[in-house]
Structure formats: C-alpha cells, structure tokens
C-alpha cells in the first residue's frame, strides 16, 4: 500500500466517525428545526382583515337600513328588498374569502399537513424515537438481555418506521383507509425485522472488535513486559543472543504501534 493510499485510508478512517456524529445529532434534534419555519402562511394576515372587513361592513349596513326605517327614510318594502340584497352579497363576498383562505392553507401544507413547520416536528421525533429505539436494542444486545428487552426495542423501531412512512409517502386522510395502514404496517414489519438483524449483526460485530483491542491492550500492557523481562533474564544467562533478542522487540513494536495507530 502506497502512503498517499494509507494517507487516504487515515482520513477515511478520521471523518467516519465524524459523519456518523453528525447524522445521529440530525436525527436526535431534527424536530427543533421547525422554529425556523413558519407555522402559518404569511397571506393570512391580509385574508384576516378582509373578513373582519367583510364582516363590520354587513353588520353597519344593517344598522344603517334599521335607522333609516325607524326614521322612515325608507319603508318597508325598501327595507326588505336592501337587506336581502345585503345578506346575499354578504355571503358570496364571504365566501370568496374564505376559498381565498382555503387556497393559503393549500399551499402552506405540506404532504396533507398544515404546514411542513408542524410535519418536521413530528417527523422530527419520529427520527429521535428510532434513533433510540436502535440504540436500545444495540445495548440490549450488547448486555446480553433476554428477548423480552428485545421486544420493547423492536416495538419502539415499529411504531417509528409506521409513522416514518406514512409522514413521508402519505397524507393525513390516507389514515382513514384501512388498507393503506395494512399496507403501511407490514411494510414497517419487514423493515424492522430487517433493522434488528443488522442492528444485531453491527453489534457482535462491534463486540468482536471490542474484545480484539482489549487483547491487543492486554498484550501492550501485561503480556509484553512478562516476556520482555523473561526474555532479558534469557539473555543474560546466555540462552539468546542480545542483537536477536533487540531485534524481535523492535519487530513486536513497531508492528503493534502500526495496528494501534488509528485506534
């Protein structure tokens, strides 16, 4: 391996943990992100004061048509023939506004939610509830606990892929169909029994590194200095030679300080 090659290898080794760091950070706070967006359109304050507008207009019409009858300004008929009118454009300039405010809200929801303020946050929690759900189960492994500890762990990675799904593929009515959550829940059951094997898989094999640097630890730390001193006792008692002995030390060292470089 050339060193511009191990140089690289080096790196790799240095930013992975750094991209994992990362990554498990996003999922942990992704649900505080929605502070940064709002949680109503900007439209409508603007749509608000055409209501009230809308509103105080018909109501001093009708005052207005009630004091000119009491002042026989106009007569009955008169005043009927206003008042229906006045009610059926009310109610037709009411509704025009209130389209106007469907439409807003159209297009400040996002995936059949109010708004992708409120869809990050709960998104945002359903990324943390996995995340830990994961962690748990990977401590559950590592502490050697019984399946009924596994159960609750897998549960937890259940219930958030659901909601994972459904949040990114569904919209709030599609809940209302039977056959979309049936859809949903076994496609979450297969991706978690899928994430509890691989969980389970990284976690033995994480064990297995764990156990290789304890040994190699031991060695550094226990075994090596017991055989370097028998070694040195060898020596003065005449069974190796010093140049041999020097040199299969130096060996032993420099290749353990290679493999326990990048630890």
């Known amino acids: 391996m050339t060193k511009t090659t191990e140089e690289k290898e080096n790196n790799r080794i240095k930013i992975l943990p750094f991209i994992k760091g990362v990554l498990a950070f996003l999922l942990v706070t992704l649900s505080l992100f929605h502070v940064f967006f709002d949680s109503k359109s900007n439209k409508l304050p603007s749509n608000n004061e055409k209501y009230d507008s809308a509103i105080a207009h018909r109501n001093n019409s009708q005052k207005q048509y009630l004091e000119d009858l009491k ?3 106009i007569d009955i008929d008169e005043y009927y023939i206003l008042t229906n009118q006045l009610i059926k454009s009310s109610k037709e300039n009411l509704k025009l506004i209130n389209d106007e405010m469907r439409q807003i809200n159209r297009e400040h929801s996002f995936r059949g939610r109010s708004s992708f303020h409120f869809w990050i946050f709960v998104f945002g929690l359903i990324t943390a509830l996995f995340f830990f759900s994961c962690k748990s189960l990977h401590d559950d492994f590592s502490r050697g606990s019984t399946f009924k500890f596994h159960f609750v762990s897998s549960s ?5 892929i659901f909601w994972l799904i459904h949040l990114t593929f569904l919209t709030q009515k ?10 949903i829940l076994v496609s979450a059951l297969l991706f978690s029994v899928f994430t509890y094997f691989l969980v389970k898989y990284y976690t033995y094999k994480d064990d297995i590194i764990y156990k290789q640097l304890s040994f190699l630890e031991r060695i550094r730390a226990l075994h090596y200095p017991k055989i370097a001193l028998k070694a040195k006792y060898a020596e003065k008692a005449g069974l190796i030679e010093k140049s041999d002995l020097d040199n299969d030390i130096d060996e032993f060292q420099d290749d353990l300080r290679e493999v326990i470089r990048n630890i």
């Open 71 to 73: 002042n026989r300004v």
């Open 174 to 183: 599609d809940f209302n169909h039977n056959k979309y959550v049936l859809i």
């Open 156 to 160: 937890g990675i259940l219930i958030s």
